[in-house]
């Protein structure tokens, strides 16, 4: 008898941090040095702590509901009509986050590396090599994220652990910032950076223990929270906060100015190139199964894969829309903080009312539902 596959906490743990460590870092420390100035590891720890709130609600409702996703168990909660109205708004909004992070890609590796390649011939081979990937299942999804792990991980602290010891203390000062006005817009943009983490929402009903998934949760939030709070720290202190809003990817300069020790390597900029496509897929990866995923539950359908294809063009026309790298940042904070609502605010309406209501998954029901006819 064939043992079904599940999904372990480790294999989600390992899809949380690799979907959330994405094409945000390289611009993370010019988006928080904006709004606090030398208060940019500040804003990155609330907008951490906020992303958590998110990411603990998702956790909540997957817990009352351990075997459907966010799209089905809506439904139960605030009914029928209204939740397809919110399904649609999870659908359409990750399709769009999959068309700016495929673009940002693009505009990346055009200006720093393949510089006489179209923009639209990164973008799309990109987002075909995503396509061909979501036509596995959920369990092949596990894998992808498992293998890719350690390489997308590992690099990253390595790189960032050598670049602290070049930091000055003093650009870090005042810790809390010398300007506020706009740091809840900062903290905001922040969170925005962690919606790859909705991809619980979907995994969660795979899960060979559901009940432990909340400590998946805090796991992954920790590595990457404390990754991106290093990686503004590292490069705040490197550079300062005046200098840092002149670069466009602070990031990326970061790892050109460090070094491993003997100069073994001068320049890490090519190696962490690598790492963060690797970081780029698993996140472009994610966010297109959640979305044709979603699409096949909202329809009633067994199988995602007819959308794969489907969905190509539309992402595609989508992603080429900004007219330049500014006009593609200005949307992308736009649409990534309107996104807050309904990775954060729209879960958490619904699991209110699925407290209030009484609303919990019949665990005797599920199983009858399971056994073969």
Known sequence: MKVPQKITVIQAVTILV???IGVGVLPLPLFTVRTAGSGAPFVTLLGVCLAFVGLWVITLLGKRFPSKTIILYSEEIIGKWLARIGSFLVIAFFAVLTSLTAREFGEVVVTSVLKSTPVEVTVIVMLLLATISTRSDIFTFAYFHQFYFPFLL???IVIVSLSLKNAEIINLLPVWGNEQKDLMMGVFTVAALFQGSFV???VIPAMRNPDRVMKASVLAML?????????VVATVGLFGAEEIKKLLWPTLELAKATSLPANILERLDAAFLTVWVTAVFTTLFSSYYLTIHSMSKLFRLRD????SFFLLPFVFIVAMIPQNILQMYDIIESVSRTGLVITIIYPGILLIV???RGKREDRNEDKAMDKPS
């Open 18 to 20: 690799s979907t959330i």
């Open 154 to 156: 590992f690099p990253v």
């Open 200 to 202: 619980l929402t979907m």
């Open 223 to 231: 590595i990457t929270g404390g990754l991106y709070v290093t990686i």
């Open 304 to 307: 995602h894969r007819m959308f």
């Open 354 to 356: 699925a407290v209030i």
